[in-house]
């Protein structure tokens, strides 16, 4: 069974720092690219982050290029999201998705990880 | 403001059909493959559509997609009450390098 853990939420100061982790199971985690969506409070989907099977490709929203980092440790089977200059409107629960199909399909989801950006 | 565009509701009666659009350009929809999530209260995203009309196994028939050009349809026949969520079509664009969803949909079963 296919499963996504996301964990690492919890509440930071404007400007600060946090790094999230999603723990995959149930499936070959090399083989597929791995997506970040977030959805603010009462809001919509936004697609966040992608990154290539080895790490070599990675993508960004325009929102948050240059303050957030995707990467991945093949070998220790985990994807993370270094956020950094955080600000009031990254506020939103972070989800990890498997991109299981073509453009960003994302076909297994976690239960996502809430962010509070607040002083 | 979403770079896709949905309805922001529909509604209709259990028993009845609905169908939900998706509009893009040319960068995403046009000359991509366009998914479909549903997201029941308090749930992340399930995927119910991929590669524009296409169902992962264990999602009804009553769900259907569809795609013309720089825009995508949803369709779900038989409403249940169970259907009720919000709904987001979801692709990649071109130009953006980056995904894109549209803003959702509310679904409401009267």
């Known amino acids: 069974e296919v499963q996504l853990v996301e964990s690492g939420g919890g509440l930071v100061q404007p400007g600060g720092s946090l790094r999230l982790s999603c723990a995959p199971s149930g499936f070959t985690f090399s083989s597929y690219w791995m997506t970040w969506v977030r959805q603010a409070p009462g809001k919509g989907l936004e697609w966040v982050a992608n990154i290539k099977q080895d790490g070599g490709e990675k993508n960004y929203v325009d929102s948050v290029k240059g303050r957030f980092t995707i990467s991945r440790d093949n070998a220790k089977n985990s994807l993370s999201l270094q956020m950094n200059s955080l600000r009031a409107e990254d506020t939103a629960v972070y989800y990890c998705?498997?991109?299981?199909?073509?453009?960003?399909?994302?076909?297994?989801w976690g239960q996502g990880t809430l962010v509070t950006v607040s002083s | 403001q979403s770079v896709l565009t949905q309805p922001p509701s529909v509604s209709a009666a259990p028993g009845q059909k609905v169908t939900i659009s998706c509009s893009g350009s040319s960068s995403n929809i046009g000359n991509n493959y366009v998914s479909w999530y549903q997201q029941l209260p308090g749930t992340a995203p399930k995927l119910l559509i991929f590669d524009n009309n296409k169902r992962p196994s264990g999602i009804p028939d009553r769900f259907s997609g569809s795609k013309s050009g720089t825009s995508a349809t949803l369709g779900i026949t038989g409403l249940q009450t169970g259907d009720e969520a919000d709904y987001y079509c979801?692709?990649?664009?071109?130009?953006?390098?980056?995904?894109?969803f549209g803003g959702g949909t509310k679904l409401t079963v009267l």
């Open positions: 998705a498997r991109e299981g199909g073509r453009d960003t399909c994302n076909d297994y």
């Open positions: 979801g692709t990649w664009d071109i130009s953006l390098s980056a995904g894109v």
